[in-house]
């Protein structure tokens, strides 16, 4: 198992366009995590999933945002309309239960 | 939520010296990550240390969770150990990761 994965590292789209983002976990993992961070910030919670269930989220994740974990497998985020505000990384993580998470390489997206 | 202060915010060192970088936090907490970020932005797990203290090579680090701290050693650094630091614990009450701010740290030759 080579960790978790995310797919595009890199997205840049036009103002109002929607964009997806995908994240493969740890194949055992049963836990999810989506966070943003921008420039200079640590990483901010966006949502967590147990399994295919969406457990948690952020005040941050808009009704332009939404996450999906079909059948507790890879998850994806999508964002509607994109603003440039929403230029961020965007990064995925997955834990086994309560033991540590693991983070993937990010999506970095800038919106122009 | 639970609020996380590291310091110091930056930091530059010369390759070979020691530093110590601390994290408060403002809740009980029942775990806790250290992570570096390298210039990529890959968030690199270093330790879980939910209490006491952990070795890894070059690296250690101390939780004391009564006193809401944890402590992050690095000797004899080295240019490959630039980037960022950050520990997390999970928020209050939630299994999420809350973030720090993090200490950059710059190792020069």
């Known amino acids: 198992d080579t960790g978790v994965s995310q797919d595009p590292r890199h997205k840049i789209t036009k103002r109002g366009q929607n964009v997806t983002f995908r994240c493969d976990p740890i194949?055992?993992?049963?836990?999810l995590y989506w966070y943003r961070q921008t420039l200079g910030q640590g990483p901010e919670f966006l949502t967590y999933?147990?399994?295919?269930?969406?457990?948690?989220k952020s005040r941050l994740l808009s009704d332009r945002f939404s996450a999906e974990r079909p059948k507790g497998s890879f998850s994806t985020l999508e964002i509607q309309r994109t603003e440039q505000g929403d230029s961020a990384m965007y990064l995925c993580?997955?834990?086994?239960?309560?033991?540590?998470?693991?983070f993937g390489q990010g999506t970095r997206l800038t919106v122009v | 939520g639970i609020q996380v202060e590291q310091s110091p915010p930056d930091l530059i060192l010369q390759e070979g010296a020691n530093s110590t970088l601390r994290c408060n936090f403002s809740d009980s907490v029942n775990n806790l990550q250290w992570f570096h970020q390298n210039p990529w932005g890959q968030l690199i797990n270093l330790f879980y240390?939910?209490?006491g203290t952990k070795q890894n090579g070059r690296l250690s680090a101390t939780t004391v969770a009564t006193e809401r701290y944890s402590l992050l050693y690095i000797s004899s650094s080295q240019t490959t150990d630039s980037g960022v630091y950050f520990c997390a614990p999970p928020d209050t009450g939630r299994r999420a990761l809350t973030f720090g701010s993090g200490t950059r740290l710059q190792v020069q030759p």
């Open positions: 194949s055992e993992h049963n836990r």
């Open positions: 999933f147990q399994n295919e269930a969406q457990l948690e």
């Open positions: 993580a997955s834990s086994e239960g309560r033991k540590p998470a693991f």
């Open positions: 240390i939910p209490s």
